[in-house]
Structure formats: C-alpha cells, structure tokens
T-cell receptor, first 115, second 115 residues
Framework: AQKVTQAQTEISVVEKEDVTLDCVYE???????LFWYKQPPSGELVFLIRRNSFDEQNEISGRYSWNFQKSTSSFNFTITASQVVDSAVYFCALSQFSGTYKYIFGTGTRLKVLA | EAGVVQSPRYKIIEKKQPVAFWCNPI?????LYWYLQNLGQGPELLIRYENEEAVDDSQLPKDRFSAERLKGVDSTLKIQPAELGDSAVYLC?????????????FGPGTRLTVT
C-alpha cells in the first residue's frame, strides 16, 4: 500500500530561522515520483518540486532545498532564512503507476513564520 | 498562460439542494482531476479524467455525485442532493498526462457550505 506521512501538523518559527518539513512515504514500487506543493492562505496549491525515484540528488532553489533519501523513504523540505511569506500549508505527495495510477497527498504541515 | 479556472469560488446552499461546480483546465492538459479537501486535510481524489474518459472514479460517491467532461476540455462536478457533510473545498487540477510523472496545476477551489 502507498502512504505519505507528514508527522508535523504545525510548525512556528521566527523570521530568518531555518525550518525543515518532514515527509515519509511508503510504496512497493521501484518507479515513483515525489512532489511538494504549497498552499498559501489564498487556497490555491502551487507546485514546488518533483523528484523521480531514480534521482536522489538533492536540489536547491534559492532558499528552498530538498533532501531525498530512499534508504529512509524520506523527502524532506528545508526553507533557509524563512520569511513571513513562507507561511502556508505544505503538502508532500507520492505518485506511482503500477497497473493503476495513484496520486496521494499527505495531510500537510502548516508553517507559521512570525515577524 | 491562463491557469486552471474554477467557478464559483464560494457557494452556500441548503441541504438537499443540488449544486454544480465548473472547471476549465490549462490548455493542452489531457488529465483533469476533481479533489475534495476537508479542513486540515490533504486533497482526496474524487475522479480523474483522461480526455473525456473517467479512468478513476472509485472514490466518487455515485449515489449523489456525478461528473462529466464531454469534449475533453472543461468539466462539471455535481452534487444532488447535497448533505451537511459535503461542506468542503472542491479542487480541480490538471496535468499534461496521467502517468503520474507530471505535476498538477490547481485551481483556486470552490468552497461549499451546506446549511
């Protein structure tokens, strides 16, 4: 069975602090994709990053970085020097296709960045 | 390029009344998704279309929910009759195809309140 767990329900940090959002997934497939989405207070989910299961290279995009570790089935997301505009709910998602296509979201982590 | 368009943004109805939501995906996106999002939860798939074919409607409560995507472009999701428990945000998303390798682009959602 496939599953995405975001154990952190809510995190509060002070502006300029670094913060890491955890994502742990379960799948039996060897081919799968992992995603992160941001849902700001306006409500619209925004795509941030996609990773396929064969590419374990970490990625950095500005203040955002992602650490993909197959050995621990984790795909963690770090925001460096957080800003108030980073306040949102962040969702991790898993996609796989083994006969039937499944796309599963975690329950999300609400990040509050305080000024 | 225009994003995913949804209407209405908000809807308040009394229980047992019908309601319909409309979605226009990004041009060229063959795959269209309808999701349900309850407060504090991640999106849950209701139905997925590949062009005009509903390829996954296993989570759609077919006794009261229906959907269509007649020309493989825009789509309508209907609830009849609505129940109090249907109060939620209904999200529409689209992607280039349904292999799971592509990210999804989401509309702003329709917030439904059933009184």
């Amino acid at each position: 069975a496939q599953k995405v767990t975001q154990a952190q329900t809510e995190i509060s940090v002070v502006e300029k602090e670094d913060v890491t959002l955890d994502c742990v997934y379960e799948t039996r497939d060897t081919t799968y994709y992992l995603f992160w989405y941001k849902q700001p207070p306006s409500g619209e989910l925004v795509f941030l990053i996609r990773r396929n299961s064969f590419d374990e290279q970490n990625e950095i995009s500005g203040r955002y970085s992602w650490n993909f570790q197959k050995s621990t089935s984790s795909f963690n997301f770090t925001i460096t020097a957080s800003q108030v505009v980073d306040s949102a709910v962040y969702f991790c998602a898993l996609s796989q296709f083994s006969g039937t296509y499944k796309y599963i979201f975690g329950t999300g982590t609400r990040l509050k960045v305080l000024a | 390029e225009a994003g995913v368009v949804q209407s209405p943004r908000y809807k308040i109805i009394e229980k047992k009344q019908p309601v319909a939501f409309w979605c226009n995906p990004i041009s060229g996106h063959n795959t269209l998704y309808w999701y349900l999002q309850n407060l504090g939860q991640g999106p849950e798939l209701l139905i997925r279309y590949e062009n005009e074919e509903a390829v996954d409607d296993s989570q759609l409560p077919k006794d009261r929910f229906s959907a269509e995507r007649l020309k493989g472009v825009d789509s309508t999701l209907k609830i009849q009759p609505a129940e109090l428990g249907d109060s939620a945000v209904y999200l529409c998303a689209s992607s280039l195809d349904g292999t799971g390798s592509y990210e999804q682009y989401f509309g702003p959602g329709t917030r439904l309140t059933v009184t």
